[in-house]
């Protein structure tokens, strides 16, 4: 079982930075390929970035691409987004996840490919 909390969440003014961190707790972390979604009220969960459990692939929405990096450190059993450039319309809440596929080496971008989740963290930017 894997438990998963997001940090680093809060209110930025447009074209600021966060960095959000997402700390998993189960010694098997490391070895699942992991992603950030985002939701906002009333539309569905949207993929923004993953990456395979080695760190060797990542994969972005076009959305975010260029402005948006995901990375991990298994040593910490941790996963990170760091947000650059950031938008109004960036704002939602965000949530980690990951998947029970061990040393997969690829990436999954739907939310029902994953298994564990965390409970999200608010990202707000003002314009």
């Known amino acids: 079982q894997v438990q998963l909390v997001e940090s680093g969440g809060g209110l930025v003014q447009a074209g600021g930075s966060l960095r959000l961190s997402c700390a998993a707790s189960g010694r098997t972390f490391s070895s699942y390929p992991a992603g950030w979604f985002r939701q906002t009220p009333g539309k569905e969960r949207e993929f923004v970035a993953a990456i395979s459990w080695s760190d060797g692939t990542t994969n972005y929405a076009n959305s975010v691409k260029g ?32 998947r029970n596929a061990r040393y997969y080496s690829g990436t999954y971008y739907r939310p029902g490919e994953y298994d564990y989740w965390g409970q999200g963290t608010q990202v707000t930017v003002s314009s």
């Open 67 to 98: 402005r948006f990096t995901i990375s991990r450190d298994n040593a910490k059993n941790a996963l990170y987004l760091q947000m650059n450039s950031l938008k109004p319309e960036d704002t939602a809440v965000y949530y980690c996840a990951a």
